[in-house]
């Protein structure tokens, strides 16, 4: 007999429930493990002091410096870079970057009208120049120079200048200063007695001088235009005191340094304006000289200057000398071979102690001043005071 659809129906649902129930009894299979999701990355730095990008500025720069190693060399004129000094600052310059510097030497004077030459046929054959910054005003007045900050790193460095770097040019800086400089009689102590050591200007109108002072030349240097102009504005000197001066046989030389020269041997036993900048070579090497400090005054300025020169022939050869040359390492080399005090904190001053100087009154020298000793250099005021 046939089962009934009902009765099979019964069993397979019986059946399906046993299922059910030993499936649920049965223990449960551990979930396969999953792969967590990595965790999120977060951005690298490096800190800048460890790895500097350039700046526009650097890149610039680092152009500059291509492009006049590719030029080779410049030529400057040069009233300060002399003999071993010179020498000196050349080979510094070129152990650095493999650029000749060539150093033609004469008086700041010749360079003006040389350079107005030049200038004028087309022909520029300096690329810089240094010397006396009443000269290099008269280049800049007649157009001869150029602004030298110009992307130029060691002009952005802070807290290094003894003094004002620009201090002769502050508004169009065309000229800067090399050395901080002091203006003051020198003797030769061999010469002059302790006793007979000039103490304040007066001092050297007194009868035991006469024909025993030795001045540049005030018709081929500014220099003496240039020192006597701020005493006078402090009235430590008036125009009486400088006939009187010329009254005592003055001996006019051609230039500073044939004035050291001059005072070294003794042929002239005082400089009436040593400056330290050309005279402390002279007492490093053992002249028996030594700068005096006036009571009344000395005059403190900054220089020598130096500049680039309007279409220079190789203008980036020259901006790359002039970063250089005020640089920590062109001030070392320049102070230790010339004996000139640094214009920079951070070099050594390497002067002897005969022509150091701590001014019990130091007078500066302000661009005004500097302006109208040029004038009076123009008009040959001192000539004409002297009656030559």
Known sequence: MRPSMVGVSRTLLGSLLILGVLSACAPKAAPAPSTPAPPARLPVSTPTSNLPLPTSQEAAWAKVVEAAKKEGGLTMYSFNLVGDVGVAVSRGFKERYGISLDIITGRGA??????????????VVADAADGSSLHLM???????????????????????????????????????????????????????????????????????????????????????QQFFVPLMRERVVDEEYLRALYKQDLLLSASLPDEG????????PISVRGSIATLAKFAAEGAPIKAIDMRDGVVQLVSPVTAIIAGAPHPNAARLFMNWFLSKEGQAVYTKASGAPPIRRDVADPSPEAARLTPQKAVLQTLEDNDKANQYFKDRWLDKLWGR
């Open 261 to 268: 020269r001059l005072l070294a041997r003794g042929e002239r």
């Open 138 to 224: 008269n280049m800049k007045a007649e157009g001869l120079t150029i602004s030298v900050v110009d992307q130029s790193p060691v002009f952005s460095e802070q807290g290094v200048w003894a003094a004002n770097v620009f201090s002769m040019d502050p508004k169009d800086k065309h000229l800067a200063g090399l050395s901080l400089n002091y203006w003051s009689p020198w003797i030769n102590t061999k010469q002059v007695t302790a006793a007979d050591v000039p103490q304040v200007w007066r001092d050297l109108l007194k009868p035991q001088f006469k024909g025993k002072m030795v001045l540049t030349d005030p018709t081929t240097s500014g220099g003496p």
């Open 110 to 123: 010749e360079f003006v009208e040389r350079l107005k030459t030049e200038k004028r046929m087309g022909k």
